[in-house]
């Protein structure tokens, strides 16, 4: 099958610089079969086969049949189904098919033309197989005698190109013609005058050729009937009848009539009327009355269906003789079709960034209607951001005529509405629902522009203090914020270790304990940023807050507690009440009412004597000094915080009494000797301490070897010499471990330097259980506090002993 090909290519037309539009015209011969190759569109339009893919390259066409298929991978442009000509396109001189080749990214379309060319694919066909003339016998020979041409659905040369008779015979011809209005007959001709008598009928064929490349004919049977004498035949008033009938009009509607008048009377004068069927069909919708020749209306007519009717009636006298006539039934269109609106791209959903101009749809409009009822013109309802923009014929485009913002309008509804201009006219609404897509083009915002958050000081560690809050206005992961910490100067790197932000909501947290006392607050910047590409973000200031708590106690800066021995304030005996001994100086690292110190005489050698200021910290004699009063005077003064709970802190100082400031040098030596005696007194205790453990190792020892070398040895007590015990006890009394220590208070004077004191007590089998215990007084002294003992538990004869009363009688200051 051979396939013409042509192409012509148009110029733009779209003032939108991505959107271009040809005229690619082809030609195809009829019945070609599926997968038949028409063109290389692509190659035709400039464009590589992988193009087609990339930007969905589709075909689109008026009435959504699909004719052709488009190759994307070649290019090609195939026959999709089986084509008709004459099913596509009737008797029409040229079949066009129009349809569009629509691409994305930019939006391009090309208009495409294909025409189907005849083929010699029909024969001619006689409306009716066998037609019956009856012919008077003493007709004059060149009588004509109107035949049915044939009709053949091929236009062109492939059309009926000539009549003939089979077998050819001496009475009859066959003529065939075109008249001056355009249309066509077949008449037969006789030759020479018939005789009934010696012929009475007779029988051949009419044979109608086309002239296609391979010839194709069709045939009809006529029979002659030879009559007596009817010598006229029936003539209509007109050769061709034209009626005009609106296509609403009622069922029963006349049409028009048609006059056929004969000149003989009797029954060959008496005329009737029917339709001679026409190629193919019935004349359905019209019937034609008998006698009068009236032709009505059997079924509403449709102007979109058919614009017109050809039928061909028949008038036949009693006599046989009949003559035909055309008739023209023109159908009157009336606006009875909407507008059709008919989408060929839609981009959905638009970016909110798309620039002004950016074609949102493109559509073709049609109405089947004719003249101002198919006039059509279309209109966008009152908007601000999109317009209607003609394209081509009666193609549009729906654009941009501003920019958009997602965060303003999400959502567009757009109504189109095509109106025909017919009375009234009649309208489509076609909308167009145009979603926004988001772009990342608005940076989060915090709800504060900036935030003070409070933590405790010896906070828990990951304590939640508070947290940010930021919003986006955008959607979707470009809205998605995440939270992270900047160093709030740029000189800091990194952020502050101790604070912690949750990415995902904001949460602020402490992640160790803090110190009021080292950091009082704290600065940082948490960034929110969004999930877009390129990320948009947004900063904030964050002043975390150490609130102070009373952790700190109070410090004694004077006097020193460190010097030993403790420094002491000289008070003249002359002083009166109010003289200012001293001032107890002290500080607290806490901040507010946690540093308010307030200071109190804790313990006093003379109470009465010494009074401390509440608030100064100032020592003064509460009453003047008497000789009664001792010569050191030592006071220990509490210093205490205002907090919750309250702490405090002690300090411990001294007085000396004095009637003469020459005492002075006197009275440090003494307390210089005194301080010596207390260092012997620690050494004393320490050795006592060790020397027990040893005795009571050995002891321990020495029983379980005891008790495993002698089990005979039960209930009863093993006692040593006396000589021995005594000796024993002596050196446990040494070592500071005696078994039953009786109770002694002993007090060491400075004076008595390492002097020895030795006593022994009673030795007695077995004593009650007592406590000893060892500890330091309140004016630095050394004491020993055992349980009681009675005179009972002691034994007058033992030698090396002190008694009860000698014990007692001794004095210790």
Known sequence: MAIARQVLCLSAFLSLPHARSQL???????????????????????LAPAQLSARRARLASE??????????????????????????????????????????????????????EDINDHAPVF????????????SDPGSRFPLEGAQDLDIGSNSIQAYSISPE??????????????????????????????QAEMHFTVIAMDGGVLPRSGTTQIHIAVLDVNDNAPVFTQDRYVGHIMENAPEGSVVLRVVATDQDAGP???????????????????????????????????????????????ATDGGGLSAICKVLVEVVDVNDNAPELVVSSFSNPLP??????????????????????????????????????????????LVTVSTLDREETAQYILSVTAADAGSPPLTTTQTFTVDISDVNDNAPVFNQTSYTMYVHENNVPTVLVGAVSAADADTGSNAKVTYSLLPAHPTEQPPCSCISVNSENGDVFVLRPLDYEQVTQIEVLVSASDAGSPALSVNVTVRLVVVDENDNVPLVLYPSQDSNPLSSELVPMSSEAGYLVTKVVAVDADSGQNSWLSYHLMRATDPGLFVVGAQSGEVRLRRPVTERDAVKQKLVVLVRDNGQPPLSATASLSALLLSDFSDVRITHSSLATE????????????SLVFVSLLFLTSMAAFVVHKVCKGKELKGGHVLYGASNLQSSLADAA??????????????????????????????LPSLPPQHCTTGRGTDDEQDFTCGPVTMEDMAPNNAGTLSAEQFNSLSFN
């Open 63 to 116: 009435d959504g049949r699909q004719h052709f298929r488009l190759e994307r991978g070649t290019g090609r442009l195939v026959v999709a189904e089986r084509l008709d000509r004459e099913e596509l396109c009737g008797q029409a001189a040229t079949c066009t098919l129009p349809f569009e080749l629509v691409l994305a990214n930019p939006l391009q379309f090309l208009r495409v033309e294909v025409t189907v």
């Open 127 to 138: 409306p009716e197989e066998q037609v019956t003339f009856k012919i008077l016998e003493r």
């Open 268 to 314: 060959n004068g008496d005329i009737s009327y029917h339709f001679s069927q026409t190629v193919g069909q019935i004349p359905l919708g019209f019937v034609i009355d008998l006698i009068s020749g009236e032709i009505k209306l059997t079924k509403s007519l449709d102007f979109e269906a058919a614009e017109k009717y050809e039928l061909s009636v028949r």
């Open 675 to 686: 301080d010596e005696g207390d260092s012997l007194t620690m050494y004393l205790i320490i």
């Open 352 to 397: 909110e960034n798309a620039l002004p101009g950016t074609v949102v749809a493109l559509f073709n409009v049609k109405d089947r209607d004719s003249g101002a009822n198919g006039k059509i013109s279309c209109a966008l309802e009152d908007q601000l951001s999109f317009s209607l923009r003609p394209a081509y014929k009666n193609y549009y485009e």
């Open 734 to 763: 040494a070592a500071g471990t005696l078994p039953h220590p009786y109770c002694y208070e002993i007090s060491l004077t400075p004076g008595s330097g390492n002097s020895e004191f030795k006593f022994l007590k009673p030795i």
């Open 24 to 46: 690619l015209r082809y030609s195809v011969a009829e019945e070609g079969e599926s997968g038949s190759v028409v063109a290389n569109v692509a190659e035709d339009a400039g």
């Open 169 to 198: 015979n001496e009475y009859f011809s066959v003529s065939f013609g075109t008249r001056s209005n355009g249309d066509k007959y077949v008449e037969l001709v006789l030759q020479k005058p018939l005789d009934r008598e010696e």
